[in-house]
């Protein structure tokens, strides 16, 4: 409100006229008597202002910034001239406030008392779809549709006690479409209508991405609150902010009780507590293991991940890891055991990493070199050990190992005291839970003095011994190794389901390359045996025809497991020959076992019985890779393999057919091949149709259905299944 003072003998201010936006309106003047004189209270709004007086005019104009311009004019002649001026400043004080009002982003609206629309710019026209003559033949409950006339006039009756407004609303759009608007209105009532002026913004798209976001902060509390792990939030003093009901589980403490406390409070070395969170501001994120405290005393393992959200946030995430701790601990124990047994082996025995440096040396290793076995940990064993002009053939033999094949080889060490000693090595690739070779264990025998020896039967008949004491000495550690896998897979029932998962990985992996290694130490003695012409057959006879059936009905499991096509056919119902069940089973399952190995998903395994001549003929058969046909008679050869390749996926010995061909030579019967590269192979073995003496047992097969088939049938198919 502004005051303008004129010091005249004027006696009356005959009218006043408000110029405002695109209407006139007449209205009373305020006036007020000075000791001088008449004084003007002129109340401004929007345009200008002009005074009627007697012997002359006095004049407001309205200017920019809220300023007013005053002027009092007694003579005629000089007003014109004014009002001429006067004329011109408001034309372009009437265009300026148009500009505003029409190029303003935001919506502008005037309404009189009745609810209805006198003026819209343009900003609001396009915002709500109507143009402006539509518009000036509404109302404002036309509109809002978020009230209706009654409740519009009451919130219009409220505006004019108020003066003002600010709220939100829902706009109906000329073309139905309902928009969210944010209104802030303003009565004035100092005119001869009153009005209200409000400017509306369209604030949908915002409305849109508050529900957006609160619909996001309801996901993720709903994720925070039924995470299987406990998640907290602490300032930069360690003073919990928020905790989820998984924490609240862990610790044994309420929210309310957690809200008061800090993460000192839970952890049970106070002064670790702060130097890992002082680490944290400062890092920005964190991760270890700590013992944590519950309410009723007892302490647990747990991992703690967390991250500084903000300066005066951090966010963390706690889990038990107490069964996991555990778990590896009882690991720890077993492979502390199985480092004896490799201490009271008269064997050496040393793993090492990929890269070739020594992880394990025993007893005996250590004996034979002269070291310590700290001393020799972390070091490179070809550079180190191995006699310079063999180390490149070593080193060779280590990569070849670790891209699947199965060498044994002989190399010369040097001792400590620089001796040179030979040994003969036996190695096998140890796999990691992801199934990658990367690690190399080996057993060697010091064979030096054997070197020197000048007859080959000594020779061989140590050779012998090396190989029935090796075996041997893996059945003791092995059956330790299956007594403590059974012990896991008791103590893995009693886990959470996420840790007995974990946990079942590693009894897998232990199982499966026990199975391996139990079947190697079975065909080591078997090798001994022959080759010492101890191993001997207990024939009886046999229903030849019901034995093959169950040995191939009972691998159906694992040729399933391949998704491989499988068929077994005999051209006869029962065939009674001399023959012994164990071993005709072990070649079957040798032969089949074989066949699954060499073939992809889709192919077919088949196993056939017919007689031909007096003889009773088995095939197995399969559409896998095939032999090539300078390869095939290297099959049957002690050690031998159609390629090396197919040792990457496929791992064996080379020893396993040469069993079968002794075991069915042993029968006087005979084994061939019949291959062809990439198309499939037929092994055919031939067995005489003769039976025992009359009183001789004979053998219904019913023992086949017991559980030692099914333990055989897992030791010789551990090579199928991916670890």
């Known amino acids: 409100m502004k005051k303008l003072n004129v010091e005249s003998d004027i006696s009356k201010l005959k009218y006043l006229v408000i110029i405002f936006g695109l209407s ?59 009002l001429k001026e006067q004329s011109l400043e408001l034309t372009m004080e009437k265009d300026k406030l148009n500009k505003i009002l029409y190029t303003t982003m935001d919506g502008f609206l005037i309404l009189n008392t009745e609810g209805e629309i006198i003026e819209a710019n343009k900003s609001y026209q396009e915002m709500i779809g109507y143009s402006r003559e539509e518009l000036l033949e509404m109302t404002i409950d036309d509109i809002d549709i978020t009230k209706n006339k009654e409740e519009v006039k009451d919130h219009m009756e409220r505006i004019m006690t108020d003066e003002q407004d600010r709220f939100e609303t829902k706009c109906s759009c000329k073309n139905g479409e309902v928009i969210d608007v944010e209104v802030s209105t303003t009565y004035i009532d100092d005119l001869e209508e009153p009005i209200f002026v409000s400017f509306d913004r369209d604030i949908t798209e915002r409305k849109k991405t508050e ?75 964190l991760s270890l293991e700590i013992m944590l405290l519950k309410k009723d005393g007892s302490k647990f393992h ?20 107490t069964a996991r701790k555990e778990a590896e601990e009882k690991v720890k124990e077993e492979r502390d055991k199985l480092q004896k047994y490799f201490d ?58 670790l891209e699947g094949e199965i060498i044994n080889d002989k190399n010369r060490i040097i001792t400590k005291s620089g001796e040179e000693r030979k040994i003969l090595w036996h190695n096998a690739v140890l796999k990691d839970e992801q199934s990658q070779m990367n690690k190399i264990l080996s057993t060697g025998i010091d064979i030096t003095e054997v070197e020197s020896l000048k007859e080959k039967v000594a020779y061989n008949k140590l050779k012998m011994e090396f190989f029935a004491n090796i075996s041997h000495e893996f059945r003791t550690p092995l059956n330790l190794i299956f007594s403590a896998q059974q012990m896991l897979e008791m103590y893995q029932k009693k886990l959470e389901p996420e840790q007995s998962s974990k946990m079942g990985k590693y009894t897998t992996i232990i199982k499966q390359n026990g199975r391996r290694l139990l079947r190697l130490a079975n065909n080591l003695i078997d090798i001994t045996k022959m080759d010492s012409g101890s191993f001997e057959l207990e024939l009886e006879n046999c229903n030849i025809v019901s034995l093959v059936r169950k040995v191939a009905c009972s691998v159906a499991e694992h040729i399933e497991y391949k998704e491989l096509e499988f068929e077994f056919d005999s051209e006869i119902e029962e065939k009674i020959i001399a ?80 069993i079968v061909k002794s075991i069915v030579e042993l029968h006087n019967g005979q084994i061939s091949v019949e291959s062809e590269e990439g198309v499939g192979s037929e092994f055919i073995i031939e067995l005489s149709d003769r039976k025992l003496a009359e009183g001789s047992s004979f053998q219904t097969n019913d023992r086949y259905n017991s559980q030692e088939i099914i333990d055989r049938i897992d030791v010789e198919f551990a090579d199928i299944y991916d670890l």
């Open 302 to 321: 747990a991992n703690i991940n967390a991250v500084k959200a903000s300066e005066n946030r951090l966010l963390g995430f706690v889990e038990d890891i």
């Open 344 to 401: 009271i082996t008269e064997v050496i025995v040393v793993n090492l990493d990929r890269t070739g440096k020594v992880e394990l040396l025993n007893r005996k290793g250590c004996e034979i070199l002269g070291v310590k076995e700290e001393e020799v940990l972390g070091h490179d064993w070809t550079e180190n050990f191995v006699k310079e002009e063999d180390s490149a053939e070593t080193k060779q033999i280590i990569n070849s190992l």
């Open 579 to 658: 023959c012994d069940p164990f071993n005709i089973e072990r070649v079957i399952l040798n032969l089949l076992s074989n066949a699954v190995k060499f073939t992809d998903i889709g192919d077919k395994v088949s196993v056939n019985i017919y007689t031909e001549e007096g003889k009773v003929l088995i095939s197995v058969k399969d559409t896998g890779i095939g032999i090539s046909q300078e390869k095939q008679e290297l099959i049957f050869k002690r050690f031998g393999q159609a390629d090396k390749s197919f040792t990457r996926s496929n791992e064996g010995t080379g020893i396993g057919l040469s």
């Open 24 to 82: 006139i309106f007449f209205i009373a003047p305020y006036l007020s008597l000075s000791l001088q004189g008449i004084s003007c209270m002129i109340l401004v709004g929007l345009g200008a202002y002009f005074g009627h007086l007697k012997g002359g005019i006095v004049a407001a104009f309205l200017l920019s910034q809220g300023l007013v311009f005053g002027a009092l004019f007694k003579y005629q002649s000089y007003l014109r001239e004014r």
């Open 211 to 285: 529900q957006t976001l609160k619909e996001s902060e309801a996901k993720f509390r709903s994720y925070i609150d039924n995470a299987p792990y406990g998640v907290f939030v602490i300032n930069s003093r360690g003073e919990y902010i928020e905790v989820n009901e998984a924490a609240c589980e862990l610790s044994g403490y309420s929210k309310e009780e957690l809200l008061n406390m800090s993460i000192e409070d839970v952890t049970v070395d106070r002064q670790k507590a702060k130097r890992h969170l002082v680490q944290l501001l400062e890092v920005g994120e």
